[in-house]
């Protein structure tokens, strides 16, 4: 997902993420950086990884501050990508270069572990420093993207698992429309609810 700064700026929620999510960069791979203003307990929001094929997503930085770093730690790391460079010369080329770009916006902690691992750290360095932040971060998940609607009756006919289904569906909308109070969720809400109740009738 590619995303410009219109577009982190304009974003009000779409049909793919939960609500309270705000996506601002991409993984390359169909999973999003967004902000977490829910779980706000700073001067910054925090920053959820949202992986688009498994059903929770995670706590990834406290900040943005930390957001950048494990981001550089990982695309360095035996972890990430990375990026092949075949003499050390250009290596630490490489990586001076991606420092300089996130270092204005690192607080005086995530600078001072920067500045702790050299000039040329190695991707196993990395891996470990990126390691210990993520541990010193809460373990928090949620459901990051929004509940299906409708589940294609052709193939899933058991009628048991339809009902598990529609009704993780219909518990996931109840919660947005009576416990968040968002009305604007009360459509997708009801067409679940009569699916269910559909399901039940028949069966």
Not at 7 to 18: I, Y
Not at 85 to 97: I, L
Not at 110 to 139: F, Q
Request: glycine residues 8%.
């Amino acid at each position: 997902m590619g995303l410009s700064p219109d577009d982190v700026r304009d974003f009000s929620g779409d049909d793919q993420l939960s609500p309270g999510l705000y996506p601002f960069a991409g993984t390359g791979h169909g999973d999003m950086y967004c902000w977490y203003p829910k779980w706000q307990d700073g001067p910054e929001p925090p920053v959820v990884l949202y992986i688009h094929d498994e059903p929770e997503s995670v706590l990834f930085a406290s900040d943005f501050s930390e957001f950048l770093l494990r981001g550089l730690l990982r695309s360095f790391s035996v972890e990430g990508t990375g990026e092949e460079v075949s003499d050390e010369a250009g290596a630490n080329g490489v990586w001076r270069r991606h420092v300089e770009m996130i270092s204005p916006f690192l607080d005086p902690v995530h600078s001072r572990v920067l500045a702790d691992m050299g000039t040329l750290p190695g991707p196993r360095e990395c891996a470990a420093v990126d390691r210990r932040l993520a541990e010193r971060i809460p373990s928090k998940r949620l459901i990051g993207s929004q509940a299906a609607v409708r589940y294609n009756e052709d193939i899933i006919t058991d009628r048991a698992t339809l009902l598990r289904l529609y009704g993780e569906s219909a518990s996931y909308y109840r919660n947005l429309v009576v416990d968040e109070g968002l009305e604007e969720f009360r459509s997708k809400l009801d067409r679940v609810q009569d699916s269910l109740a559909r399901i039940a009738r028949d069966g």
